[in-house]
């Protein structure tokens, strides 16, 4: 019997995108019309009230829900009733309806995840990336580095790694896949969430100008403004210095990621470089970019200008 009720933690789309097409599959729902909701514009009240109305058209309906962060770490958005409600449904789901829950990361402490992994089927957004990279280039010799920089220059999002060996596919001179090929064709990503922001960081508290000012670069190609690489690197070296010092007042990861809003994905990541900044520096350079940004502003110093000095370490 096929389960009514599926929980896929990813934030990958194309992760998402393949799981739920395997789904409506399974459940020959592929030609009709699936309800979606986002539970940060929705309430899981309508989702509820949808999934409990019978189909009169269909035998089933499916019915996909965005951002369940109820099922993660630091959400209080539900209420003891509609925590009640929803732990309720999850115990006796609607015959005819199939239900979807998206999120990225179960709080597998929570007692709606415990019921959750009783009744739902899990689907992890897990992918083997270097198994993933080398099927996609099967028909290629792939030279060593090629996987780990397509790894991280795509922050290992799947559809992106995808269409990254698509065109180093089309771009290989011949059977040989190089390294100076993948470093000329693979593209940087440019969300401001993404590692290449604790990529560049590293560069810069590290003195690697080098390698800096070529994901600069990368950046201006793919046409980023420089005042926005600036306040993304800015915005980077806050949340470093804010997750040191709670860290040095024993906070735990959640703790972080609920006192300061964010994502304990982007806590995690943080905290594997702490140790490489001291406070001291950190705020030196959260200084020394606020006074860069000010002047630019103002027209005291070109914008790309003031962003090449800081990158060469020679902006004070």
């Known amino acids: 019997m096929l389960p009514l ?44 009230e949808d999934a409990n109305t019978y189909s009169f058209l269909d035998e089933k309906k499916g019915i996909v829900v965005f951002h369940a962060t109820c099922f993660e770490a630091g959400d209080t958005k539900l209420d003891e009733k509609l925590t009640s409600r929803l732990e309720k449904y999850l115990a006796n789901p609607n015959p005819s309806s199939v239900v979807v829950f ?47 920089l397509i790894i991280e220059r795509t922050n290992g999002q799947v559809g992106k790694i995808v269409n990254e060996c698509q065109k180093l596919m089309l771009y290989a001179p011949d059977t040989t896949i190089s390294l100076k090929d993948a470093k000329e064709v693979v593209m940087r990503s440019i969300n ?22 070529q994901i600069y670069d990368d950046l201006l190609t793919l046409n980023v403004e420089p005042l926005k690489i600036l306040s993304l690197i800015s915005s980077q070296f806050r949340l470093l210095y804010q997750v040191k010092m709670l860290v040095s007042d024993h906070y735990n990861k959640e703790q972080i990621a609920s006192t300061l809003g964010i994502h304990p994905y982007r806590v995690e990541k943080a905290k594997e470089v702490l140790s490489e900044y001291s406070k001291e520096t950190l705020l030196s350079y959260i200084h020394q970019l606020a006074n860069l940004d000010t002047e630019m502003k103002t027209g005291k110093i070109n914008i790309k200008e003031g962003i090449d000095l800081f990158l060469l370490g020679l902006y004070e």
């Open 102 to 148: 998206i999120c990225d990361k179960l709080d597998e402490r929570k007692k709606i995840v415990k019921l959750a992994k009783k009744q739902a089927k899990i689907i992890t957004g897990e992918r083997n990336l270097s198994k993933l990279i080398q099927e996609q280039l099967s028909s290629f010799t792939i030279e060593n580095g090629v996987i780990p």
């Open 192 to 213: 401001k969430d993404d590692n290449y922001i604790f990529s560049l960081t590293n560069a810069i508290v590290n003195k690697k100008t080098k390698e800096a000012l």
């Open 5 to 48: 009720l599926y929980v896929i933690t990813s934030s990958d789309g194309y992760i998402i995108e393949e799981e739920l097409e395997k789904i409506k599959k399974e459940h020959h729902l592929e030609n009709q019309s699936i309800n979606t909701y986002d539970l940060l514009e929705n309430s899981i009240e309508d989702v509820l």
